[in-house]
C-alpha cells in the first residue's frame, strides 16, 4: 500500500516535470523511471521496516485475515508511529500529487490561453483526469486513515473488526483504479483501443 501511494507522488511529480520541461523528452533513457522506481521502494522500506525492529508492531488487521500495522495498541511507541506513517506516507504524498496536478494544470491553462481550440479540449481532459486520480486517492485511502486514526485514538472497541473490512479492501484496491484511470482519460491510450 506504501509503495502505491509513494508511486502515485513520484509518477505525479515526474509528469509534472515532464510538461513542464523545456527540453524535449528522451525515451532512450531510463534513468528517470529507475531512479523513481528506487526511490518509491526505498522510501515505502524505510516506513515499512521499523515494525520489525520494535518501533510499533504488526498484527492481524480487522477480522484477522490480513495483517497490518498494530492499530488498537495505545501506547507511545505505537501512537508515534501510526502518527509519522499517517503524515509520510498520506498527507505529504497526498501533497505532492496535489502541488504537481495543480501546478500541470496551471502550466497548461497558461499554454490554452495563448493558443485557443484544440488546446481547450485538452485542458478539459486533463482536468477531469487530475480531479478523478485526486477523488480516487481520497476514496482509497482517507477511509482506511480514518479508521487506523480511530482505532489508535478512538474508545476501544469503536472500530468493530467488520467495520474494518471496507477501508481496508478499498485502500489495497487502490492500484487496480489508477491503471483504468489512465486508460479511459488519457486520449493517446484510449485512441490506440
Known amino acids: 500500500g506504501i509503495i502505491s501511494l509513494i508511486s502515485l507522488a513520484v509518477l505525479s511529480y515526474e509528469r509534472y516535470c515532464t510538461m513542464t520541461s523545456t527540453t524535449e523528452a528522451d525515451t532512450t533513457n531510463y534513468r ?5 522506481i528506487i526511490l518509491s521502494w526505498t522510501y515505502s522500506l524505510l516506513w515499512t521496516v521499523p515494525p520489525l525492529f520494535g518501533w510499533s508492531s504488526y ?3 480487522g477480522p484477522g485475515i490480513t495483517c497490518s500495522v498494530n492499530w488498537h495498541s ?15 506516507c498520506l498527507v505529504i504524498p497526498f501533497a505532492i500529487i496535489v502541488y504537481s496536478y495543480g501546478k500541470l494544470l496551471c502550466a497548461v491553462r497558461q499554454v490554452s ?8 479540449s485538452r485542458e478539459q481532459r486533463i482536468l477531469v483526469m487530475v480531479v478523478v486520480m485526486v477523488v480516487c486517492f481520497l476514496l482509497c485511502w482517507l477511509p482506511y486513515a480514518a479508521v487506523a486514526l480511530i482505532a489508535t485514538f478512538g474508545k476501544p472497541g469503536l472500530i468493530s473488526p467488520a467495520a474494518s473490512i471496507i477501508p481496508a479492501i478499498l485502500a489495497k484496491s487502490s492500484t487496480v483504479y489508477n491503471p483504468i484511470i489512465y486508460v479511459f482519460l488519457n486520449k493517446q ?5
Do not use: H, Q
Not at 505505537?78 to 509520510?88: G, T
Not at 490561453?113 to 481547450?120: A, V
Open 32 to 36: 528517470k523511471s529507475w531512479t523513481g
Open 59 to 61: 498484527g492481524p488487521e
Open 74 to 88: 495505545k501506547d507511545a511507541n505505537n501512537a508515534s508511529y501510526i502518527v509519522c506513517l499517517f503524515i509520510f
Open 113 to 120: 490561453s495563448i493558443n485557443k481550440g484544440p488546446g481547450r
Open 189 to 193: 491510450v484510449s485512441e490506440m483501443l
